[in-house]
């Protein structure tokens, strides 16, 4: 017959001896989660920090000759870092506005003022060395292809320069060519396209065909150039610098728009 269990005698009994080495098991099973945890935190953390290093040595790689392709490839490898990408191709495109814009600008200045083609064209080979200083290989070579444009009087090196600027700097674009590209309209004078094309809406918007638009240059004032009754020098006195020429080009609308067209 099981006798009870003297716990006079101070030693443990077989239910506490029990109890103490579930507990120390537990405790045991208790260190070995927290040590697996503390090793899968670990490489959780390593993983990043590599990730982390192989992004800085791509968008090193990619900084030397940041193409749109290649940022591109950038931002799908690593898209946890779009936003950082995101921020370094907006500086990108700040430092190309001011860079390579402001030498478009000069090119297409230059041409309107009747500077020689080599003139114009060392303009463009100033902006492809430009880009080589900075490693834009891709920027140096349509550059490169500007310059050839220009000492070529079979190809428009304009067309070269228009698609570069709205490329590099839209806003200065629009302020080149589209506010300022003109038409001459028989009957009228010269007039913007942009506010042709405003004009021409806010016409249909309130179902009437009469166009009414502000005209830069009067076709009487048109007539007595031509006739030399005024001097280019005067003539652009009154309608500004570079009116004589945009006045006197070949070109331009040969019949009136459909509807009333009157000047303003």
């Known amino acids: 017959m099981v006798q009870p269990f003297d716990y006079s005698l101070g030693i443990a009994s077989p239910q506490e001896s029990f109890l103490a080495g579930l507990q120390m098991a537990q405790r045991q099973q208790q260190i070995r989660t927290e040590r697996d945890q503390v090793a899968a935190q670990t490489a959780a953390e390593q993983a990043k920090i590599d990730r982390a290093n192989q992004y800085a ?6 900084a030397k000759d940041p193409s749109p392709e290649k940022l591109s490839d950038l931002y799908a490898e690593f898209r946890e870092y779009g936003a950082d990408i995101d921020r370094f191709a907006k500086s990108l495109n700040e430092s190309d506005k001011r860079t390579y814009g402001s030498i478009l600008q000069k090119a297409i200045i230059a041409r309107g003022s009747g500077r020689t083609d080599q003139e114009i064209s060392e303009i463009y080979k100033s902006g492809a060395q430009s880009a080589r200083n900075s490693n834009r290989l891709d920027i140096a070579e349509r550059f490169d292809a500007a310059a050839q444009m220009a000492l070529n009087p079979k190809m428009n090196d304009d067309f070269a320069a228009r698609s570069l600027l709205r490329q590099f700097d839209p806003d200065a674009y629009k302020e080149a060519y589209e506010y300022t590209d003109t038409t001459t309209v028989p009957g009228v004078g010269v007039v ?11 016409a249909r918007a309130r179902g009437s065909q009469d166009v009414d638009i502000p005209v830069l240059i009067p076709e009487d004032a048109i007539a007595d150039l031509k006739a030399g009754r005024v001097t280019p020098a ?5 309608f500004g610098s570079g009116s004589a020429n945009k006045a006197l080009k070949e070109g331009g609308q040969t019949e009136k728009p459909s509807g009333t067209f009157q000047g303003q």
Not at 57 to 62: C, N, Q, Y
Not at 192 to 202: C, D, F, G, T, V
Not at 234 to 238: I, L, M, P
């Open 192 to 202: 913007l396209n942009s506010q042709i094309r405003q004009a021409a809406a806010e």
């Open 234 to 238: 005067a003539f652009e006195k009154v």
């Open 57 to 62: 040595l791509r968008a090193r790689e990619v």
